[in-house]
């Protein structure tokens, strides 16, 4: 019996079918690979941050005890005391055979000089304590916090490392009388920023960014959700709102640093307002985030049915009515969501605070919008510049935190979302 004659255009469309076929396992095969890839450089980026960054949750304390020598304090103001002084002898006192200057430098080198200003406290709120000796747990020197952290290799020559062998000697023997101890650093979330590392923290740029944000936020949300329901539901659709609507699309797009500029041109040599504080970055975010704002709040807006509008209209409602009773409502879940997201890149940003000097070194927690002031991003742009071992770890640290901070940020945002999102 014949065999059927194959129909050479049905072969023809099979051979294109089966190229068309691979194409799109090789498209899907290198999304996929994409997608992995992605995966895998941000478990890295994790990775790196969170190993190079947990040790600073931890922070090393060495037990002394302390002489509170009335000699010491024959002045009325307890704070003009010799803290350190007191320190010292303790130190002295405990090892007794140290007796070189150049070794006693060495043996004071393993307490903190902020350990005088926990002394201090300590006696201001118990005055009481003056010719007494207590037992008290104090901060030590960084150098000694990475050593026993594991930061520094105890097997290196003494060449090569910051502690020498009589410094690891006494720490060995004060370990030993179980004098050293590492707790949680709470230091780490209730102090300003320090030049010493041990003593350094994240509450001051917490506040800064605080304050900075809540001027962000202050301004940027009415003018941004304003702007946008004129253009979108009151302004007449011409050349002069085309403009308008390109020049707020580019300047989505500028680059973060020239609102730096023109913020310094701006705000503090035109208006001479004062550098570094938050009331300056917060203008600054603001110009900067506003694009952002009105780009989603329109978007928002032109969800909403038309129906919505003409069924308000057709019932005799006027047109402001109308935008404030109905549309604006059912808009309002995706402005918030916008604005949120905008003000997480505000918060993320440090380019335009440069500009208007809040790099500074600031050591007191700012009280308002006018105090001087660091954000959390500066403060870790600051701390990534410094030498000391132990502030690499305070930089991770501070970056975990100011992560986790854009993440609730983004998990609110879709929250709102998905809570008030209506379909139509």
């Given at each position: 019996m014949d065999q059927p004659a194959t129909n050479p255009a049905i072969d023809k469309v099979n051979r294109g079918l089966k190229r068309r076929y691979r194409a799109e396992r090789r498209f899907r095969l290198c999304g996929a690979t994409a997608v992995f890839a992605a995966l895998c450089f941000l478990f890295i980026l994790f990775f790196s941050i969170v190993s190079s960054g947990y040790k600073a949750f931890q922070k090393t304390f060495i037990q002394i005890d302390v002489f509170f020598?009335?000699?010491e304090f024959t002045n009325e103001n307890l704070a003009t005391a010799n803290f350190p002084a007191l320190i010292k002898a303790s130190m002295s006192s405990r090892f007794p055979e140290v007796t070189a200057r150049r070794d006693k430098k060495d043996l004071y080198y393993l307490i903190s000089p902020g350990a005088s200003f926990q002394l201090m406290k300590l006696i201001k709120n118990n005055p009481a304590l003056i010719g007494q000796k207590e037992r008290i747990w104090v901060s030590a020197n960084d150098d000694v916090d990475m050593l026993l952290k594991g930061n520094i290799d105890r097997t290196r020559p003494e060449s090569e490392r910051r502690i020498n062998d009589k410094q690891l000697?006494?720490?060995?023997?004060?370990?030993?009388?179980?004098?050293?101890?590492?707790?949680?650093?709470?230091?780490?979330?209730?102090?300003?920023?320090?030049?010493?590392?041990?003593?350094?923290g994240i509450w001051g740029a917490t506040c800064g960014s605080f304050y900075t944000l809540l001027i962000t936020l202050s301004l940027s949300f009415p003018i941004g959700v304003a702007a946008a329901v004129y253009l979108e539901e009151f302004a007449p659709k011409n050349r002069w709102t085309d403009i308008i609507e390109v020049n707020i699309n580019n300047l989505a797009a500028v680059p973060s640093i020239v609102y730096g500029l023109l913020g310094l041109a701006v705000f503090i040599n035109f208006f001479g307002m004062p550098r570094s504080t938050p009331v300056v970055g917060g203008l600054v975010l603001t110009l900067m985030t506003l694009p952002i704002i009105i780009i989603a709040s329109r978007a928002s807006l032109k969800s909403v049915p038309p129906s919505i509008r003409e069924a308000a209209l057709g019932i005799g409602a006027s047109k402001m009515q109308m935008v404030a009773h109905h549309v604006l409502p059912l808009?309002?879940?995706?402005?918030?969501?916008?604005?949120?997201?905008?003000?997480?890149?505000a918060l993320g940003e440090t380019a335009p605070l440069l500009m208007v000097g809040m790099v500074a070194f600031i050591v007191d927690i700012p009280q308002?919008?006018?105090?001087?002031?660091?954000?959390?991003?500066?403060?870790?742009?600051?701390w990534s510049d410094s030498p000391e071992r132990a502030f690499m770890e305070k930089t991770s640290a501070a970056i975990m935190v100011l992560l986790v901070f854009l993440f609730l940020m983004n998990a609110v945002a879709i929250f709102l979302r998905k809570r008030f999102e209506i379909k139509w």
């Open positions: 020598d009335p000699a000697a006494w720490l060995d023997t004060l370990a030993g009388e179980g004098k050293i101890k590492k707790t949680f650093n709470m230091a780490f979330f209730t102090l300003g920023d320090s030049r010493e590392p041990e003593q350094a808009a309002l879940p995706g402005m918030l969501t916008g604005t949120i997201i905008g003000m997480a890149h308002g919008f006018t105090d001087p002031a660091t954000v959390l991003p500066v403060q870790i742009y600051l």
